[in-house]
């Protein structure tokens, strides 16, 4: 089966191809031709998610997958949550959404966090959402590791002492909400064709 991916990000996309079963083929939207911003103007994770995957199976006609991620931390009731990506500004810039979180947690002890993940199926059949949480802290002022992308370097798992960009891309694969949520994805997939 070949699906159509709503991101972009070479990240996610070797993430996912990772998981998914032998004889699955992956292509991304810009690869069938989708060069405009697909619509993303949801209030929560799930619509976000809904909005690409059924943007893209309308205009593309093939099953699509779309994810929506979020780091939702405890002491600031939730945010950056939906507006992870662009909690700086508009230009989606890292390092500038990791300095206002960090600024933001300097007057407080409490550096709960977790990242939730929620991918949306869209195929001729209908649709579904699969889910993915993995709890943790944000790091104390600096940022650690040279992997990952986005809050990596800023946010520890549970359980662990090194943030995700410390990782190797198989151990947080193991653990990361993506992984979760892809591994539920993959599961379903998988029951449905035996």
Not at 5 to 32: D, S
Not at 48 to 54: E, M, R, S, T
Not at 111 to 128: I, S, Y
Request: glycine share 8%; aromatic share 8%.
């Amino acid at each position: 089966m070949t699906i159509v991916l709503a991101t972009q990000n070479p990240g996610k996309i070797a993430e996912i191809r990772a998981l998914l079963p032998e004889g699955w083929q992956v292509v991304t939207a810009t690869e069938l031709g989708v060069t405009e911003d697909i619509p993303e103007t949801g209030e929560t994770l799930e619509e976000n998610a809904l909005q690409k995957a059924q943007y893209l199976f309308d205009r593309c006609g093939m099953p699509a997958l779309a994810d929506d991620t979020g780091l939702e931390i405890e002491a600031l009731n939730g945010a950056p949550g939906v507006y992870s990506a662009r909690y700086a500004g508009e230009e989606k810039d890292n390092e500038k959404n990791m300095a206002k979180v960090l600024k933001e947690l300097s007057d407080t002890s409490n550096r709960k966090a977790r990242f939730r993940t929620v991918l949306a199926w869209v195929t001729p059949e209908g649709r579904q959402y699969f889910e993915g949480i993995v709890n943790g802290e944000i790091a104390d002022t600096h940022l650690r590791g040279e992997h990952g992308f986005g809050y990596d370097p800023i946010f520890v798992p549970e359980g662990e002492h090194r943030s995700f960009a410390q990782m190797s891309a198989e151990e947080k694969s193991a653990m990361s909400h993506r992984g979760r949520a892809l591994r539920a994805f993959v599961a379903h997939i998988k029951s449905k064709s035996t």
